[in-house]
């Protein structure tokens, strides 16, 4: 067991200072690329309508018993995530070898963040691009006199400047360590409560721009239009599931650990509700933000993960106010990259403040340089593509480069296999009165959740961990 002193911020004597305050921060955890970058492209790759409304399903069915369980080991447990989960496994007299299902997560978490500080320093790149847009050319349409090709050219020219990728990447993980570094209530529960707001009157502000300049009817009847027939589709219901996993930031002992800095006092399964579906509206609003701009423009929505960074651009392009409203989008976006991030980088980093006994900075400084170190290499495989990738020798990840192979690691096996366990745990090995002294739900609710936890979401999430590695067996 590690030395209860090594625990630092993570005892019991550190954590929000009020709900709210554990509200925003785990809603800003949830709320984030996932749902701004991927979901819409998500969406866009598997035909709109049907992978909504299966994402919505998963979300309410597994998602949410779910999250209600990492919470609840967080609270009971009150330090790393690895740490909890093994206190609860001991006072249920289960094997402490239960751990397991936070150190699978907490790795997941450290490799997520190797590449999504790479994406969100692409953020930052357009950050840039459309201020010096605004500064040069005032706040009329994106770009003007430049081409389509020449605006979606941007993305390839950034691609082809590692060195550019790779400050941008250090320049995102360096603000990231400084909010850890600061703490749990000085640093990460502080700047939630002042971009999690900020956030959400730029999204709402930007949707209804979008809504009224763009193309509502065809984002509308493309988001929300039932298809059937794809909706029984295998591989659109395992991307879902799978979307699901990464906006809640289910799987990654995250959870966990902001459970443990969460009150006693506090009701988790109405806040694990709260969390839900504030990220699960961020992603739809995210989607009627989106898709009117780009429909408009007539640039192609199924375009995957280059549409916010190049379908969107163009689209700007011919707005009334494009450059300006590019330039709120983008830093709306990395504000949402920001509240993540550091959710990602304190998951691994109070395990390690466990483990070798440094202080909060020092162990933020050096869990945050191993993660930035790992991410050259994927900012780097996207600008070279023969950058040697040490995953690509495995089969499941052959032909890969090193910034999907670590995306379908982490996306794919780690998160899925943290909320496998997490579902066999608290279903079947966790003592049944500790759990229930935590969960603040009862009668038909409770009897609900339990099958949830014990049936559906083992069954659901073994099936997406088995196709995601065996997708053959799709045929
Ligand atoms: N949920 C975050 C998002 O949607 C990503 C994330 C995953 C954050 C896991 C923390 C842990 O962007």
Not at 275 to 287: E, F, H, L, Q
Not at 377 to 396: I, V
Request: aromatic share 12%.
């Amino acid at each position: 067991m590690a030395p209860a002193s090594a625990t630092g911020s993570a005892s019991d004597t550190a954590g929000w200072t009020s709900r709210k305050g554990f509200v925003l921060a785990a809603i800003g955890s949830a709320v984030g690329l996932g749902n701004l970058w991927r979901f819409p492209s998500e969406a866009g790759a598997n035909g709109g309508g049907a992978f909504v409304i299966f994402y919505i399903g998963c979300v309410v069915l597994i998602g949410l018993p779910l999250l209600l369980s990492e919470v609840l080991i967080g609270r009971h447990g009150r330090a790393s995530a690895v740490e909890s989960a093994r206190r609860v496994a001991r006072e249920s007299k289960a094997s402490r070898h239960w751990s397991a299902l936070a150190s699978v997560g907490m790795w997941g978490a450290f490799i997520i963040l190797t590449f999504y500080s790479v994406v969100a320093g692409w953020v930052l790149y357009y950050v840039g691009l459309f201020a010096g847009d605004v500064l040069a050319n005032g706040v009329g349409g994106a770009f003007q006199g430049q081409s389509a090709e020449q605006v979606s050219g941007y993305m390839g020219g950034l691609f082809g400047n590692a060195a550019l990728q790779i400050g941008l990447h250090a320049a995102f993980m360096a603000v990231t360590i400084y909010v850890v570094m600061r703490g749990v209530t000085g640093g990460i529960e502080r700047i939630a409560s002042v971009l999690m707001p900020a956030f959400f009157v730029l999204l709402v502000g930007i949707t209804l721009y979008s809504l009224a300049t763009g193309d509502a009817g065809a984002a509308f009847s493309f988001l929300f239009s039932f298809n059937p027939e794809r909706l029984l589709h295998a591989p659109v219901m395992l991307s879902a599931l799978g979307q699901a996993f990464f906006s809640l930031s289910l799987g990654s002992a995250m959870m966990i650990q902001y459970g443990a800095y969460a009150n006693r006092n506090t009701n988790l399964a109405g806040t694990s509700a709260i969390i839900a579906s504030a990220d699960t509206s961020v992603a739809i609003i995210a989607g009627l933000a989106i898709f009117p701009i780009v429909f408009a423009a007539g640039v192609d929505v199924a375009a995957g993960p280059t549409l916010m960074f190049q379908a969107l651009p163009v689209a700007f392009q011919s707005m009334p106010g494009g450059a300006l409203i590019g330039l709120l989008f983008f830093v709306m976006v990395f504000f949402a990259a920001l509240t993540s991030s550091v959710a990602l980088l304190e998951a691994s980093m109070v395990r390690a403040m466990e483990v070798f006994g440094q202080s909060r900075a020092v162990t933020s400084i050096a869990v945050g340089s191993v993660i930035f170190v790992v991410g050259i290499g994927a900012a780097m495989s996207m600008s070279d593509a023969d950058f040697f990738n040490p995953l690509a020798l495995l089969p499941f990840f052959a032909g890969q480069n090193l910034f999907d192979s670590l995306d379908s690691l982490s996306g794919k096996i780690l998160l899925p296999l943290s909320g496998l366990l997490t579902a066999i745990f608290i279903g079947w090995f966790a003592d049944r009165r500790l759990i229930d002294a935590e969960n603040g739900i009862s009668g038909g609710m409770h009897i609900l959740w339990r099958f949830l936890v014990a049936w559906l979401c083992p069954v659901a999430v073994g099936l997406i961990l088995i196709f995601g590695l065996f997708p053959d067996l799709l045929g």
